[in-house]
């Protein structure tokens, strides 16, 4: 049983797209198209309750009531990975301001250390939807998570396509109240804190630099 904040996607679709991911045989250019579709599939799910208002819509026949989204939306990717997640929910979302956050993974501690962060500049949306494609100690999404709150956001929206166990377990128990949408949830990390099964790095496999 998972948290109520967790949701893992048992879907025909999301299984097979995942498949495609963790393959090693699996080139730049197609890792990056299923990271995409994932992703639209993952944004729709995770958007399943926004917030809307009505308005009153004209079409050639009649009036009709429409809705439209009534929040401000952010998009927040975790440089490098999560770039490869931000277009896909741009479709989707083509109002959304994308704030980017560059953190990096330690090799020797697998802490985080962030590089890039300009959030103060802008107006504080009133959700932000968080994408990386790994969730694998959660200390990534834990730094993350913290430097939206800090920020102001209230509604936090985590989507990422692989996570380990343990990362989860960590970060729906440390933040109840931030939703994670997840394609997977594997059961181990390695002693470089790599998720097992998982599929490798997923920083390299988008941007073909392994
Ligand atoms: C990867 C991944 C996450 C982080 C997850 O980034 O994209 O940001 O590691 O690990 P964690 O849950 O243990 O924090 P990486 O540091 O490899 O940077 P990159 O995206 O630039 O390759
Ligand atoms: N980052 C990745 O890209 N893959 C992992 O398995 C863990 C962190």
């Given at each position: 049983?998972?948290?109520?904040?967790?949701?893992?996607l048992?879907?025909?679709?999301?299984?097979?797209?995942?498949?495609i991911?963790?393959?090693q045989?699996?080139?730049?250019?197609?890792?990056?198209?299923?990271v995409?579709?994932?992703s639209?599939?993952?944004?729709?799910?995770?958007?399943?309750?926004?917030?809307v208002?009505?308005?009153?819509v004209?079409?050639?026949?009649?009036?009709?009531e429409?809705?439209?989204?009534?929040?401000?939306?952010?998009?927040?990717?975790?440089?490098?990975?999560?770039?490869?997640?931000v277009?896909?929910?741009?479709?989707?979302i083509?109002?959304a301001?994308?704030?980017?956050?560059?953190?990096?993974?330690?090799?020797?501690?697998a802490q985080?250390?962030?590089?890039?962060?300009?959030?103060?500049?802008?107006?504080?949306?009133?959700l932000?939807?968080?994408?990386?494609?790994?969730?694998?100690?959660g200390?990534s999404?834990?730094?993350?998570?913290?430097?939206?709150?800090d920020w102001g956001?209230?509604?936090?929206?985590?989507?990422?396509?692989i996570?380990?166990?343990?990362?989860?377990?960590?970060?729906?128990?440390?933040?109840?109240?931030?939703?994670f949408?997840?394609?997977?949830?594997?059961?181990?990390?390695?002693d470089?804190?790599?998720?097992?099964?998982?599929?490798g790095d997923?920083?390299?496999r988008i941007?073909?630099?392994?």
């Open positions: 049983m998972l948290p109520d904040n967790i949701r893992c048992a879907h025909p679709l999301v299984q097979h797209h995942v498949a991911l963790r393959d045989a699996t080139d730049a250019s197609q890792f990056r198209d299923a995409r579709r994932l639209t599939v993952l944004c729709v799910e995770a958007t399943r309750d926004l917030s208002t009505r308005r009153t004209q079409t050639p026949l009649s009036d009709c429409g809705q439209q989204l009534s929040q401000s939306i952010a998009i927040v990717p975790i440089l490098r990975a999560g770039l490869g997640m277009d896909p929910l741009l479709d989707l083509p109002q301001a994308v704030w980017h956050l560059g953190l990096y993974r330690s090799e020797e501690t985080p250390v962030g590089y890039y962060d300009k959030l103060e500049s802008g107006s504080v949306p009133d932000a939807f968080v994408v990386d494609p790994m969730l694998a100690t200390g999404i834990d730094l993350t998570v913290r430097r939206l709150q956001v209230r509604d936090i929206r985590v989507i990422a396509l996570a380990s166990q343990a990362g989860v377990d960590r970060v729906a128990e440390d933040f109840a109240d931030v939703s949408t997840i394609a997977a949830i594997d059961p181990e990390l390695n470089q804190a790599y998720i097992v099964p998982g599929l997923a920083g390299d941007f073909n630099t392994q």
